[in-house]
């Protein structure tokens, strides 16, 4: 049994509670299990005991065996001083601390139906292990787990963005060309469009932003795309050979290192998704608009970002997906989707963080109400609740359920996760009065 699943049963009380005893049979009750420290020091602070009729109060310790606690080297740490219960599943050894006193062990008697539960989740073959029972889980519970984990990822987002603001020296302007270039990766090519965007950075480009040929020529080269040997159908594009030539002059001008052309990838994707098609794109928000970020600021709404964001390739983009190989004419712009995925994942917390960094609340708000203006996102994760009847219907409940996955259903971090917590729980016997004992953390 792991520690982690003994911290879970210790702070919701998922244990006969009149099996609590110390050493001498005193009876323990549990006024508070107190509160989870997932820092150094106890695994959980003021917790508050009553021991043969004396109140205690102090931190809790959790461990499989008593004997961790010397493992750990408890017993050598004065933060450990003020410890008043020992929580274990095996009392192999009396704890002592630093000051020389003793700390009561208490050994629970657990249902087996919670621990096989547990391991019926971890050990879950299925992306989302609890999707055969997540019915169980009532709409208003979901929903406002949904609401704390939008926050959660916008949290997360709001950090990376940071990362990115100190890296430019807070250039609003150079953070939003890196990661809105992030996002016309079409997913397979993410990483490189940042990789292209860090070595090629917006100050430069904005100096050839009055000449398209120029900037795509920037762009395509620094991409690796320009050598011939990744297209080489394209010998005779007349195109081609323009941008090389701009390139060759701007390479050797600014002394440039172009990426890998072999990086990209083409393979499984529409060719309406294809790196060429989004550099293209690229390039015309580049040169169509100086001051973007400053432009979303003073934005309206949802559809207005949309038409600031939006720029359609250049002409021979719009009769080419791939150098020298010429199809079907089509408009160049980037979908309503692709849009919509910029402004959740870059323009909403941007706003997010920058209102928050100059104490405007009237960005924050913008950015909330982004998000409840755009679509729910569409793609693989989204796909897969829907499967299995959870359907996101604003943009808010889609990030949500991205945030899920990733960070909790692909972890197997169910202990965390309040709808694990309340299957989990429910593995009780039905006599245990414990069945409903998660409700609770909806108006925490």
């Not at 970020?293 to 949802?302: D, M, R, T, W």
């Amino acid at each position: 049994m792991k520690e982690e699943f003994l911290h879970f049963v210790w702070k919701h009380r998922l244990y006969d509670s009149g099996s609590l005893c110390d050493s001498q049979g005193n009876r323990i009750e549990v006024i508070s299990p107190g509160e989870y420290n997932r820092d150094s020091g106890p695994d959980f602070f003021n917790t508050r005991i009553n021991i043969g009729g004396t109140s205690w109060a102090g931190n809790a310790e959790v461990h499989v065996n008593s004997s961790d606690w010397y493992r750990h080297g408890h017993h050598h740490d004065n933060a450990y001083n003020n410890v008043v219960v020992h929580f274990v599943l095996n009392n192999d050894r009396p704890a002592i601390t630093a000051g020389g006193t003793g700390v009561p062990s208490v050994i629970p008697v657990i249902s087996p139906g919670v621990y096989e539960k547990y391991l019926s989740f971890t050990g879950n073959p299925l992306l989302i292990a609890c999707q055969e029972e997540i019915h169980r889980v009532d709409r208003y519970f979901l929903t406002h787990w949904l609401t704390s984990l939008a926050i959660e990822r916008l949290q997360s987002k709001a950090a990376a963005i940071k990362d990115t603001l100190k890296e430019t020296g807070n250039d609003w302007e150079e953070s939003l060309y890196r990661l809105a270039a992030r996002y016309f990766g079409a997913r397979v090519n993410t990483d490189n469009f940042e990789m292209l965007a860090k070595s090629l950075p917006l100050k430069l480009l904005r100096k050839h932003a009055d000449n398209r040929m120029q900037t795509e020529a920037l762009l395509f080269g620094m991409a690796g795309m320009l050598s011939g040997e990744l297209f080489r159908e394209a010998v005779n594009d007349e195109y081609f050979r323009d941008l090389t030539r701009e390139f060759r002059v701007l390479r050797s001008k600014y002394n440039l290192v172009p990426m890998h052309g072999w990086l990209w990838k083409f393979h499984r994707l529409r060719p309406a998704g294809f790196p060429t098609i989004r550099l293209s794109q690229l390039a015309g928000l580049v040169c169509r608009r100086r001051g973007l970020f400053s432009a979303i600021l003073e934005a309206s709404g949802a559809e207005e970002i949309r038409d600031l964001l939006d720029s359609p390739a250049s002409p021979y983009w719009q009769e080419h997906y791939t150098f020298g190989t010429k199809s079907g004419r089509r408009t160049g712009h980037a979908g309503r989707d692709t849009l919509d995925v910029i402004t959740i994942n870059v323009i909403v917390p941007m706003l997010f963080v920058y209102g928050d960094s100059r104490g405007n609340r009237r960005y924050c708000d913008m950015a909330v109400s982004l998000l409840e203006e755009s679509g729910p996102e569409k793609n693989r994760i989204t796909a897969e609740w829907k499967k299995i009847g959870i359907e996101a219907g604003l943009a808010s409940e889609s990030q949500a359920l991205n945030h899920l996955l990733n960070e909790y259903c692909r972890r197997r971090r169910c202990l965390e996760c309040r709808i694990g917590q309340k299957l989990i729980s429910q593995g009780l016997t039905p006599s245990s009065t414990h069945n409903t004992l998660l409700e609770s953390q909806l108006t925490e």
